[in-house]
T-cell receptor
Framework: GENVEQHPSTLSVQEGDSAVIKCTYS??????FPWYKQELGKGPQLIID?????GEKKDQRIAVTLNKTAKHFSLHITETQPEDSAVYFC?????????FGAGTTVTVRA | SQTIHQWPATLVQPVGSPLSLECTVE??????LYWYRQAAGRGLQLLFY??????ISSEVPQNLSASRPQDRQFILSSKKLLLSDSGFYLC??????????FGDGTRLSIL
């Protein structure tokens, strides 16, 4: 089955700086890569996703890049704000089942 | 718009007691439904998924079972809870190639 690895497990950034989270996957058939943000006591919320037919996608301060050859994808958050503090999960899928990374706890220091 | 509801939000149960967690989806028909468990500080582990009424697939062997009695209702059950069943249980729905959307979860503590 699919194996997704996510790094780093924790990330502390100064407000206004950028944050980058990286994930690798093992199944070359995976073609869908969502990112979720989870706040304390809540379920994960989809923040951005990318499909294998594109290499980059951007939505305001958030961008995701995908390298299918190397089987890795990354989340980039620019101009971080305190409300960006949360746990972020990457996932990969080749059908309707998602395999998740272990998560990255992001802390934005004011 | 589509919404997903899970209840209860928190639950404390003794070892050996039964369990029933319910999830319902509104605003869509024939969704794919999922149950995940999230251990503290860990990612999400897929437990069950369903592509239709009465169709349940299990991803990991365990003490839990799932049922889908109606199109938009998904139930997670156990006849006898174990200490190891403690965790944060999340229900999600998806449709075709659309992304999955999660409920707010149930925090289950076994004493």
């Amino acid at each position: 089955g699919e194996n997704v690895e996510q790094h780093p497990s924790t990330l502390s950034v100064q407000e206004g700086d950028s944050a980058v989270i990286k994930c690798t996957y093992s199944d070359s058939a995976s073609n869908y890569f969502p990112w979720y943000k989870q706040e304390l006591g809540k379920g994960p919320q989809l923040i951005i996703d990318i499909r294998s037919n594109v290499g980059e996608k951007k939505d305001q301060r958030i961008a995701v890049t995908l390298n299918k050859t190397a089987k890795h994808f990354s989340l980039h958050i620019t101009e971080t704000q305190p409300e960006d503090s949360a746990v972020y999960f990457c996932a990969a899928s080749s059908d309707y089942k998602l395999s998740f990374g272990a998560g990255t706890t992001v802390t934005v220091r004011a | 718009s589509q919404t997903i509801h899970q209840w209860p939000a928190t639950l404390v149960q003794p070892v050996g007691s039964p369990l029933s967690l319910e999830c319902t989806v509104e605003g869509t028909s024939n969704p794919n439904l999922y149950w995940y468990r999230q251990a503290a500080g860990r990612g999400l582990q897929l437990l069950f998924y369903s592509v239709g009424i009465g169709q349940i697939s299990s991803e990991v062997p365990q003490n839990l079972s799932a049922s889908r009695p109606q199109d938009r209702q998904f139930i997670l059950s156990s006849k006898k809870l174990l200490l190891s069943d403690s965790g944060f249980y999340l229900c999600a729905w998806g449709q075709g190639e659309q992304p999955q959307h999660f409920g707010d979860g149930t925090r289950l503590s076994i004493l």
